[in-house]
């Protein structure tokens, strides 16, 4: 999953900054606005697979990762180079959510400034 997050991430955010979505100096989409509304699956076999828990939520071999990562890069830049249409969409996805993201907690600062400033009181003359 490590794998996959980050690679979706680096791929967006380069095919932005490539068609001009992300200028110079602003910032990158995160992984939450890159994963939002997304639904994977990612079937990985091997030999010996080690796990976190009994669980076997987590898979343990690292370098799982950067094989995952590798493969759905390419496969991902593949992809959007011969659907530009539909890759556009994606990225104008992924600013919405950056977007949200950002007014979200400019609204929370916002409510956590005002709160301090009530609750502070004046001495009485």
Known sequence: MTGLRSAL???????????????????????????????????????DPQFESQTKVK?????????????VVEALNAWMEQFPKEAKAIVEKCRTS??????ARQARDLVFRKSALESMTLPAN
Do not use: H, W
């Open 9 to 47: 991430t680096r791929s967006l955010n380069d095919y932005a900054r490539k068609i001009g979505f992300i200028k110079e100096g602003d910032a990158s989409f995160t992984g939450e606005d890159t994963k939002e509304g997304l639904t994977a699956i990612v079937s990985v076999k091997l030999p």
């Open 59 to 71: 898979l343990l071999n690292a370098e799982v990762r950067g094989q995952v990562e590798s493969a």
């Open 98 to 103: 950056a977007r949200a993201r950002e007014a």
